[in-house]
């Protein structure tokens, strides 16, 4: 119970960070605050592992730490780089909900990932369970036929996808890496550290030293922020939960996201539009399939 319940805190925040990503991003000047968010995650899980770590510096010099330490990195270059950009370029253009609705092909893609490094075979509950979830969110991401696409979707919708990938990827090497050094904190610090310094090699890279340095950080302000936050409870409570359960059965729960975005886009933000109904509808079986998995 303890590592669905934070999956499904996961799965809360990042419902709002997807509404929030989409409200900064008419006035975004740089990357929308994409690498603070990096950076803010590097800080809060250093300071939970200095605070409460259950794995020392001295761990991670032997040979096991020091695997531990190259997976951990690898899945923070999926998550933070090309999970977590994907996601904001993707959000940006085709709003959250959408955004969200393709981010939760995660689970999808997690099951042959899994199943090959971690060899986790789910059983009959998570698979239907997992299916209902799907369904609900499929029922409520239905888009009318006469709806012209809007530039850029094709896009926005490539870009979800890639995210979902590298998400189911980057679950699976924090599995990998938390049988080695048991440290969720210790795990999100490593692979935000390695994320941020990607990203800022990067821009800096392609745009130069000062140019990139000001692409990156000219989103400082109140929404960048509290996206960053969001992002940052996501990861985190992400990490620990495949402490204590599996990777499918947090990516199944993650599915929930896109419903989380859709409530906060109604009640709170109204950035887009939503379907009551069919959200209702979504949201009944949304609940019975999480049940299905978490009891």
């Given at each position: 119970m303890t590592g669905?319940?934070?999956a499904l805190g996961a799965a809360l925040a990042y419902g709002l960070a997807g509404v929030l990503i989409v409200r900064g991003t008419a006035t975004a000047r740089g990357d929308n605050g994409a690498f603070l968010s990096v950076v803010m995650t590097a800080v809060v899980s250093g300071l939970l592992w200095l605070g409460w770590g259950s794995v020392g510096l001295a761990d991670?010099?032997?040979?096991?730490?020091?695997?531990?330490?190259?997976?951990?990195?690898?899945?923070?270059v999926m998550a933070n780089v090309f999970g977590r950009?994907?996601?904001?370029r993707a959000t940006g253009r085709i709003g959250a909900v959408r955004a969200g609705l393709l981010r939760r092909l995660t689970p999808l893609f997690a099951l042959p990932c899994a199943f090959?490094?971690?060899?986790?075979?789910?059983?009959?509950?998570?698979?239907?369970?997992?299916?209902?979830?799907?369904?609900?969110v499929v029922i409520y991401m239905r888009v009318p036929e006469m709806a012209p696409p809007a530039p850029g979707t094709r896009v926005g919708m490539a870009l979800g996808i890639l995210s979902a990938l590298a998400y189911a990827l980057a679950y699976t090497f924090r599995g990998v890496g938390l049988e080695a050094a048991p440290d969720a904190a210790l795990g999100t610090c490593i692979g935000a550290l390695v994320g941020a310094g990607w990203i800022l090699v990067?821009?800096?890279?392609?745009?130069g030293v000062r140019r990139g340095w000001q692409f990156l950080t000219a989103d400082r302000g109140s929404r960048p922020l509290q996206a960053a936050l969001a992002l940052t409870a996501g990861q985190v409570l992400q990490f620990y939960a495949l402490r204590y359960t599996t990777v499918l059965s947090v990516a199944v729960l993650g599915t929930l996201e896109v419903l989380f975005s859709a409530l906060f886009a109604w009640l709170i933000i109204r950035s887009e539009p939503v379907?009551?109904?069919r959200l209702i509808?979504?949201?009944?079986?949304a609940m019975a399939g999480t049940a299905l998995v978490v009891l």
């Open positions: 669905e319940a934070l991670m010099a032997a040979p096991g730490g020091l695997w531990a330490v190259a997976v951990f990195a690898l899945a923070g950009q994907s996601m904001y090959v490094i971690l060899g986790e075979v789910p059983d009959l509950r998570t698979i239907v369970g997992g299916a209902i979830v799907l369904g609900g990067q821009a800096m890279g392609g745009k379907a009551i109904t509808v979504a949201s009944a079986m």
